[in-house]
Nanobody, 111 residues
Framework: QVQLVESGGGLVQPGGSLRLSCAASRSIFSIYTMGWYRQAPGKQREWVTQ???????NYADSVKGRFTISRDNAKNTVYLQMHSLKPEDTAIYYCYTYTYWGQGTLVTVSE
C-alpha cells in the first residue's frame, strides 16, 4: 500500500503563484508515472499534468505555459509549480500514481 499526501494548497490572488507537493509513503516514484488531476466545484475531475519516469511531461491546454510538474525521486515527492493563477484554477488538486490517489489539497484563486 502506498499513501500519497498533498500539501501547499491555499488562497491566492489572481496572477499569484503556489507550489503543491505530493509525498509518497515509500519509494515508487522511479517506477511509475506521476501526475495531477483537479476537480472544481460542481465539475468533473480534470486531468492536469503528468511526468514519466524519464522526466517527460505533458500538460492540459488550460495550464500549459503556467504550470510546471517536477519530481524528486530521492525524496519520493512530485511538485506542481503554478504561476499566473486564474479564478478558474480553483479546485481540489489530487496527485496520483499507478492506482494510488492522494486526499487532495484545495487551491482557491480569488480576490
Amino acid at each position: 500500500q502506498v499513501q500519497l499526501v498533498e500539501s501547499g494548497g491555499g488562497l491566492v490572488q489572481p496572477g499569484g503563484s503556489l507550489r503543491l507537493s505530493c509525498a509518497a509513503s515509500r519509494s515508487i516514484f522511479s517506477i511509475y508515472t506521476m501526475g495531477w488531476y483537479r476537480q472544481a466545484p460542481g465539475k468533473q475531475r480534470e486531468w492536469v499534468t503528468q511526468i514519466t519516469t524519464d522526466g517527460s511531461t505533458n500538460y492540459a491546454d488550460s495550464v500549459k505555459g503556467r504550470f510546471t510538474i517536477s519530481r524528486d525521486n530521492a525524496k519520493n515527492t512530485v511538485y506542481l509549480q503554478m504561476h499566473s493563477l486564474k479564478p478558474e484554477d480553483t479546485a481540489i488538486y489530487y496527485c496520483y500514481t499507478y492506482t494510488y490517489w492522494g486526499q487532495g489539497t484545495l487551491v482557491t484563486v480569488s480576490e
